[in-house]
């Protein structure tokens, strides 16, 4: 997709506006809310093998922000009067090229300057799934994968947090925490 493509993609797509509470009090563009640092609702999905290693993706380098980042294995937003939940199966199926049951952890909010110009000011929904199965990336969003240990997650990002997503950085030590 080129970038006059993702643009006007980014345009067309709306996000849920909320308040701290997470109480919906509007829609916008998705590249305003963005650009505007608004905030709206997102969802986060870390999966989970049988040997309880987390898959990653890397996003794909053209994206509009946080390109080539490594991240958790599926992140987006629910639409208008989509169920949180619902928007978590449909992009997991979209992105990674399979779905599993959720189960949401925990919710919090993060604001960050990302590249671009832009500002990620999100009230973020993280759900955990467990499945063996390989994904099938949608190229459009993801260029890579992979299962790691989460210890060894937690120590990478120490070590290199320039390689993650603010997201992934913000979250990952409380993910761990909640998975015990």
Not at 136 to 154: S, Y
Request: aromatic share 10%; charged share 25%.
């Amino acid at each position: 997709m080129t970038v006059t493509a993702q643009l006007n993609t980014l345009l067309e797509e709306k996000v849920v506006l909320v308040d701290t509470s997470d109480r919906q009090i509007g829609v916008a563009e998705k590249l305003q809310a963005h650009r505007d640092g608004l905030l709206h609702r997102a969802f986060s999905i870390f999966v989970l093998n049988s040997q309880r290693q987390l898959l990653l993706q890397q996003r794909a380098k053209h994206k509009y922000h946080s390109g080539g980042l490594w991240t958790n294995t599926c992140c987006s937003h629910p639409r208008d009067r989509e169920p949180t939940l619902l928007a978590a199966h449909r992009r997991l199926q979209e992105e990674m090229g399979f779905d599993c049951d959720l189960q949401e952890l925990f919710s919090f909010v993060y604001q960050a300057k990302l590249d671009n110009d832009l500002t990620e000011y999100e009230f973020d929904h993280v759900f955990v799934g467990y499945s063996d199965r390989e994904p099938i990336l949608n190229p459009e969003e993801a260029e890579a994968w992979k299962w790691i240990d989460l210890q060894t997650l937690q120590v990478d990002i120490q070590q290199h947090p320039e390689s993650y997503t603010y997201w992934l950085r913000d979250c990952c030590d409380r993910f761990v925490a909640e998975l015990r």
